[in-house]
């Protein structure tokens, strides 16, 4: 039973991954994209993981995405995109993509890493209050990397700002 | 419906060659941005589903920052792309050669 | 006092050196410095000689280590020095001369810008050749025999703005560079013969090392003859000494008739030990001697530039030294040696007198008469002229007529040799008497403007002209009567086991004829060239085809620049166009296309767009893992 959700879920984020990379429409693109970001979130909430699904729906489907709308509106997508010009630029994207995905999925399958072969049953986890748990190891152990991101994102804050600006 | 690790990871790795190849085929800016996002949320999901499998919540937490630094890295990158391709016409990432030897 | 030889050395070493730095500030001062320091050296050397004539006759030899030069393995060549009554008779001759020379120099060379230069080539010149006699080892004989060579070619392209003086020292050095091939070739040979280059150490154990007449030690001595040959402007290298003749005159009495072209008669002698075990190679010896001693004197007859029959001058005279070691005269040829050091650098002197006079004239047919206007030089000048002729009393006499009585009567001798030689003696009287004539004598054919610049030379150049005419009169009797010198010379041969040829006693017949060819060819030098040039004029128009072929040395320069010479240059050619120009410049031009071709080709990976650059990262990242996994299986 939880396998075929998990399946349908799984399907359901890739038809969206697919559609973001194939569609002609940008705006397709984005919702498609959003759409891949939702399942994406519930597969966060099989495992165990809360808070992050939560935050993923809020920050980036609902404020990341809300952005990318925007741009993609202002910058006036609606012609179509010219034929590839670059060389060979698709044949060798399919190649390579296909490679790496040989490749990763060799090494997954490959049992090399005995932690993903041996867990038959999932280990039982009891984190009790995920948002509680994921605080407390923000505010405790990993203090300083939280505090280097906040800096972050005033960087980010000044450079966007700037650079929205018509003249310096 | 807790499926068994190698079915997230498998999921994962095709998220991310879609998102690969997104990246590479596409000429408009924005939608290899956010083939980009696609790839860092695929690389989310690894980690969550190790964070889970290994019984530790230092995954979540790396998945938090990776969040937060895409939504900086969005912003940026969006007021960049912004500001080159505003005057433009259409949208064209190889219009932007110039440092071709 | 022996241990003075060190001070011989050092004395022109310290003028050189100081020529060098102070030459140009100082010029004059320079100069007689110069002079001084030969000075110096002569006075160090006669004490030498002094003191060798204080030891016990049959124990003159000395030898010094200065440093231990080179010591490698088995073998050792110190900085050694050898002295023995040959080689003290030899610094004294050299030293003397050379500082009569220099003396006149600073007369002759007075105004010339080089003045500085020319003293400091001198002086190291005069190192040089001292080297070279006092040398102990042949390694260090080559470095003489090299200094002297270098200092020849500097010489003689003193006024190197002329290109004949150029070419001349080119030429210099380039024959003598066969020499100094066959030195270095012969020195090699004797190191792996004998094991040792030391003088001492070969010269012993040469008779028992080596078998008499044996392959080995016939190439060592052909080898140290081509040498010889070269230095001593000998058939068939003598075709530089000639042409050096356009370097200043104490160059040219210096180097090229007192001393460095007695270089090649001085290693015969020095090495007469290994000679003497080589039959064949004395009688080369003798013969080249003999014949070009003949060659030169004929062409001596009809060369117009009085320098130039001067060169011919000596090179018959060397041919004279070169037939006495031959025949293993080895103390008569070094006797002519010294004799000739007098008349020969007297010949030049006076011929440099004239030529200064002259402002520079050197045809004789735009001399003569110059008897009166010019006294002094005149009969210094006839002096040398009568000692070379042989003329009874004065010193050529005794020397010659020694040589030419061993050539008949050496075991080593034979009649035509000694026919040659009186024969020569002749046509030497001839054409030296054609110089005084046609020079000296007659109507002047001086131009007129000359004729007012005509003097005599200032004191600094006559002084050495009276010192000279004094030696070239007066030198024979240190032999004469019985073999005082000879006799002297003797040690430095038997301490080795030669046994040189002496003459026994006077032979009044032989010296009876070399008499009346001496007087006789002055003779036919005055019915010649004594009144005026008419008959001489005739003369040569009746023998106009062999005139010509005198003149032009019998055609050898014409042969040696159709074969040799152009051989070089199309090898010299092949090197400069074939090999450098188009391989080597090919090899490195290649290089550099390819390096330019591989960076047009390597620059079209920066296209300027991005998603070529991510296809590259993207392939990189792929490596990247399959290398870690692969690590991991």
New interface residues.
């Given amino acids: 039973m939880g396998l075929v959700a998990f399946f349908v879920i799984a399907v359901v984020a890739l038809l969206g991954a697919l559609g973001l990379v194939l569609s002609r429409n940008s705006v397709h693109s984005a919702l498609f994209l959003v759409a891949n970001l939702f399942c994406v979130a519930l597969l966060y909430l099989s495992l165990n993981a809360d808070f992050l699904a939560v935050v993923q729906v809020i920050v980036y489907a609902g404020a990341i995405m809300v952005l990318f709308l925007f741009v993609i509106t202002l910058l006036n997508p609606s012609h179509e995109e010219a034929p590839n010009q670059l060389a060979g630029q698709g044949w060798i994207a399919g190649i390579l993509a296909v490679a790496l995905l040989l490749e990763v999925g060799g090494v997954i399958l490959s049992g090399v890493f005995s932690v993903i072969k041996s867990p038959a049953v999932p280990p039982v986890v009891d984190w009790g209050d995920n948002v509680h748990a994921v605080g407390t190891l923000l505010y405790t152990q990993f203090l300083f990397p939280f505090e280097v991101t906040s800096i972050l994102l005033l960087v980010a804050l000044v450079g966007a700002t700037v650079l929205a600006k018509r003249r310096l | 419906m807790l499926a068994p690790l190698p079915h997230y990871l498998i999921l994962s790795a095709l998220l991310f060659t879609i998102g690969v190849f997104g990246f590479l085929y596409r000429k408009n800016p924005l939608i290899m941005f956010m083939s980009i996002e696609l790839m860092l949320n695929a690389a989310n999901l690894t980690f969550v589903s190790f964070a889970r499998y290994l019984g530790s919540l230092n995954g979540q937490v790396i998945v938090f920052f990776v969040m937060t630094i895409a939504a900086a890295e969005v912003v940026v990158g969006l007021g960049i792309i912004v500001s080159i391709f505003r005057a433009r016409a259409d949208i064209d990432v190889d219009d932007v050669h110039l440092l071709k030897d | 006092m022996v241990s003075n030889v060190w001070l011989v050395l050092l004395f022109p070493l310290v003028g050189f050196l100081w020529c060098v730095f102070f030459g140009r500030l100082w010029p004059r001062l320079s100069g007689w410095i110069a002079v001084l320091m030969v000075g110096l050296s002569f006075v160090s050397a006669v004490s030498v000689l002094v003191g060798v004539l204080a030891l016990p006759a049959n124990d003159r030899l000395r030898v010094g280590e200065l440093y231990p030069w080179i010591s490698s393995g088995a073998v050792s060549i110190p900085l050694n020095i050898f002295v023995d009554p040959l080689a003290s008779v030899m610094i004294v001759v050299v030293t003397g001369v050379a500082f009569l020379i220099h003396v006149y120099a600073t007369g002759y060379m007075s105004g010339d810008p080089g003045y500085g230069r020319f003293f400091a080539y001198m002086n190291l010149f005069v190192f040089s050749m001292l080297l070279l006699v006092l040398a102990g080892n042949f390694l260090l004989l080559m470095v003489g025999w090299a200094g002297v060579g270098l200092c020849s070619y500097l010489l003689i392209a003193f006024w190197f703005e002329k290109p004949e003086a150029a070419a001349a020292g080119v030429k210099a050095f380039v024959v003598n560079a066969i020499g100094d091939a066959g030195l270095i070739l012969a020195a090699s040979l004797i190191l792996i013969t004998f094991k040792s280059l030391d003088y001492v150490t070969v010269f012993r154990v040469a008779k028992t090392t080596v078998t008499l007449g044996s392959g080995e030690i016939t190439a060592i001595t052909l080898l140290l003859l081509v040498a010889a040959v070269a230095k001593s402007a000998q058939l068939p290298l003598y075709v530089w000494l000639p042409d050096a003749m356009a370097g200043p005159t104490p160059v040219s009495a210096l180097i090229h008739a007192a001393t460095m072209v007695t270089a090649g008669v001085y290693l015969i002698a020095r090495a007469s030990p290994l000679f003497t075990l080589a039959p064949f190679t004395m009688t080369v010896i003798a013969w080249i001697g003999a014949i070009t001693a003949l060659f030169a004197a004929t062409i001596g007859l009809v060369k117009p530039n009085i320098k130039r029959v001067l060169a011919y001058s000596t090179v018959s005279q060397l041919g004279y030294m070169f037939l006495a070691v031959g025949v293993s005269a080895f103390g008569a040829g070094i006797f002519h040696l010294m004799t000739h050091a007098f008349f020969k650098a007297l010949l030049f002197l006076g011929a440099g007198a004239v030529i200064h006079a002259l402002d520079g004239e050197e045809d004789m047919r735009n001399m003569g008469g110059l008897r009166t206007r010019m006294p002094l030089t005149y009969v210094t000048f006839l002096i040398a002229a009568l000692a070379i002729s042989g003329f009874p009393l004065l010193s050529g006499f005794y020397s010659k007529d020694e040589i030419i009585s061993l050539a008949f009567t050496s075991p080593r001798g034979s009649v035509i040799l000694g026919v040659i030689a009186l024969f020569t003696a002749g046509l030497t009287a001839v054409y030296i008497f054609r110089v005084v004539f046609v020079t000296f004598h007659g109507k002047s054919r001086v131009s007129h403007h000359l004729s007012e610049h005509l003097h005599e030379p200032g004191m600094a150049m006559a002084l050495p002209l009276v010192i000279l005419a004094v030696l070239a009169a007066i030198g024979g009797y240190v032999q004469f009567p019985g073999e005082g010198f000879v006799d002297f010379l003797q040690p430095s041969f038997s301490t080795f086991g030669v046994t040189p040829a002496v003459e026994q006693g006077l032979n009044v017949g032989l010296a009876a004829a070399s008499i009346v060819l001496s007087v006789g060819g002055i003779l036919i030098a005055y019915l010649i060239w004594g009144q005026s040039l008419v008959t001489a004029e005739n003369l040569g128009k009746m023998f106009a085809p062999i005139r010509t072929v005198l003149l032009n040395d019998y055609g050898i320069d014409a042969l040696y620049s159709m074969t040799i010479v152009a051989l070089a240059r199309g090898l010299g050619r092949l090197f400069a166009d074939i090999f450098d120009g188009l391989i080597l410049n090919g090899i490195i031009d290649s290089l550099a296309g390819l390096v330019s071709g591989l960076s047009v080709v390597i ?2 990976l ?7 650059y ?2 590259a990262v ?2 990189g ?2 490596l990247i ?2 290398f870690m ?1 692969r690590g ?2």
Avoid at chain 3, 606 to 612: D, F, L, N, Q
């Fill in positions: 620059a079209k920066e296209t300027g767009y991005v998603r070529s991510a296809v993207l392939a990242a792929i893992v399959a996994a991991g299986l």
